[in-house]
């Protein structure tokens, strides 16, 4: 247990097991193919920012006619550094530097392509209800504050950055939207994506701020891999996963906020199924700790974050377990022909009968629909 | 470590472990709803037989309008009694007499629905790819030996019971196919559904003996609720597990036959992550110990089925670890309006946007489909 009266990581227990008995579980647990990955240099620049570092590799297959490609994620995972309570511009900027202090970490560690958590710019506010001062912080997808600060950077460590963002769309009506723009290496905007799934479930009405996204399902075709995002309520859906796949992605990250009491028995299985049934990496990405908003005369606080960052590789073996309650780098290193690899051995794609599910599909979202039913 | 030198289960290695951590690990990988299940004449009966028994009851919250719709479901592992090398009459005749021990062992624990592993009344000799002395095992759905057998069982017990087979087809050309049928309380055939997905990985290439199903997805009204069966394979497929709930599953079965080192690492998230995203009751059951074929004059041994029963409710929340290693009954108590509550709670099937699918997978079958690629 940490101070906080929560449990740091889940591995930190499987480490009381004797070596053998670890083995097995970490083998039925987590699969076989993942290594650790030394970063030195990295791991001292985290220590002086008191971020917590752990780099994995997964062990690939070597081909006759493609080269292996190599890529190196950072998938950050953070609590704010100052609570809800104080002036947003401080938040903001205490948040910029964090982000700096990662980027630099990362950039340390060579990675590739970085991925933030959902909305990592602000406070989870939507849990309040409340519209403001919450969406001050929501700004233009191409050209607010956040992504410029990130286009620098980005062009700074040659990285990938994925930036979820509340967007403000000012051309379309100032509607707001729960958005990852994808800025590419040379920190030019390569493109937006909307979170397609909202949810509607205890604290977490979403619906209250943004609507379902209208941006389908793009794939993101960056010098280090073909990439999409399925932003947090979206891993609940096996569709969305789904055409993230038929669009062709090689990696699916998953920036996330959610919280122990409503979806951490969830939480190493959808992301995981996902890279399983596309063939795909997947990068799970949670948010840390506990904020407590000023609400009605009082204090509110919504429930702890817990972290738990992961990456699974198509094969269905996954990092250990990272951090539940501390800011976080977690870095992967994976040979992207990997997909390929394990979609011609398992053969998902080949057996999946789309065209039986396109036309059952058709007939299931008639109003007149009926069931296949059999009753005696 | 059993004496095969497999692990026997993994839920005895957390035993080692001090209580609080026990309990933080049991938790995160198997949330917080489940519950042991006292079966103590069931047991007696079990130790009898040499058969593992194991009962759980998930939680469930009670409603004002309607009444709890109970219901205890048997899943039943087993390896064969008799080697491959034996007769098939007394094989056969060797796994009758099991099933029926196993099933005088549900009664005693009054178990509504009983369903066997794939195949269960034969080696699973698909591996080898001969088609003879192992098509002798194919039998008629309606009519056949297995099915007769175990209608006087289900009449007797009054219990529904899946019954996993090699289907032989006489009226349309003497075909095969992978087939569940079930058989109702009163000991009439139901129906029968025929394997959606057939897999062609390493020396499982099952596509030497029957095709993809011609049966859809259908969902069989029972008097202990709706039930649907998802063989094998079909675990892989998102979109397999979706059509039986948009049909109205309340509970889906997934009789399997898989071995360690093919599947292992994904066992515990397919069938679950369904659970999870169709808001229905999930029963994974695999067939047990090592199968050795006498070919091409020497023996070959296709590897360790490694058992491990575990049924998954709608939150997510499972049953432990179930033995890896012998013969055994998991038997689960749920009560079916858990279904509906959970899709209230997390309104997945709200969100789901079905019609976007619909239309997307009518234009990703297309031959000059375009798939979403944002490039520079």
């Given at each position: 247990m940490s101070g906080s009266g929560e449990l740091e990581n889940l591995d930190r227990i499987f480490d009381k097991l004797a070596v053998e008995d670890q083995i097995q579980v970490k083998r039925i647990l987590y699969g076989?193919?993942?290594?650790?990955?030394?970063?030195p240099e990295a791991k001292d620049i985290a220590k002086t920012y008191n971020i917590e570092i752990a780099g994995y590799h997964f062990m690939g297959k070597s081909e006759h006619l493609r080269a292996p490609r190599l890529v190196r994620i950072g998938a950050f995972q953070n609590k704010l550094p100052l609570p809800p309570t104080t002036p947003i511009t401080d938040q903001r900027n205490a948040l910029y530097k964090l982000a700096e202090n990662a980027i630099s970490i990362a950039a340390?560690?060579?990675?590739?392509?970085f991925c933030?958590?959902?909305?990592?710019?602000?406070?989870?506010?939507?849990?309040?209800?409340?519209?403001?001062?919450?969406?001050?912080?929501?700004?233009?997808?191409?050209?607010?504050?956040?992504?410029?600060?990130?286009?620098?950077?980005?062009?700074?460590?040659?990285?990938?950055?994925?930036?979820?963002?509340?967007e403000r769309d000012e051309?379309?009506?100032?509607?707001?939207?729960n958005t990852s723009v994808v800025i590419d290496n040379h920190g030019d905007v390569l493109g937006k994506h909307r979170k397609n799934h909202i949810p509607r479930v205890g604290d977490?009405?979403?619906?209250?701020?943004?609507?379902?996204?209208?941006?389908?399902?793009?794939?993101?075709?960056?010098?280090?891999?073909?990439?999409?995002?399925?932003?947090?309520?979206?891993?609940h859906h096996p569709l969305n996963w789904l055409m993230f796949g038929i669009n062709g992605a090689e990696i699916v990250f998953n920036p996330s906020a959610t919280i122990g009491n409503l979806s951490e028995p969830l939480w190493g299985i959808e992301a995981r199924n996902a890279a399983i049934a596309n063939g795909y990496f997947t990068v799970a990405i949670n948010r840390v700790g506990t904020e407590v908003y000023p609400m009605e005369d009082t204090l509110k606080n919504f429930g702890h974050f817990y972290g738990s960052n992961y990456v699974t590789a198509p094969d269905g073996s996954r990092t250990p377990g990272f951090s539940r309650t501390k800011d976080g780098l977690l870095v992967a290193e994976?040979?992207?022909?990997?997909?390929?690899?394990?979609?011609?051995?398992?053969?998902?794609?080949?057996?999946?009968?789309?065209?039986?599910?396109?036309?059952?599909?058709?007939?299931?979202?008639?109003?007149?629909?009926v069931?296949?039913?059999i009753r005696k």
């Open positions: 076989t193919n993942v290594k650790s990955l030394d970063l340390q560690a060579k990675v590739n392509i933030f958590q959902e909305a990592w710019n602000m406070p989870f506010a939507f849990c309040t209800r409340e519209k403001q001062p919450w969406c001050e912080y929501a700004e233009s997808a191409e050209s607010g504050p956040t992504t410029k600060f990130l286009q620098e950077l980005a062009r700074q460590h040659n990285m990938v950055i994925i930036n979820s963002i509340l051309i379309h009506g100032d509607v707001m939207w977490f009405n979403e619906s209250m701020y943004y609507m379902e996204g209208n941006t389908g399902h793009p794939v993101f075709e960056t010098e280090f891999g073909k990439i999409a995002i399925n932003i947090c309520y979206g891993r994976f040979d992207l022909n990997t997909c390929r690899q394990v979609r011609d051995h398992w053969g998902f794609q080949m057996t999946q009968r789309l065209d039986l599910y396109a036309r059952s599909l058709q007939n299931a979202i008639k109003p007149d629909f069931p296949q039913i």
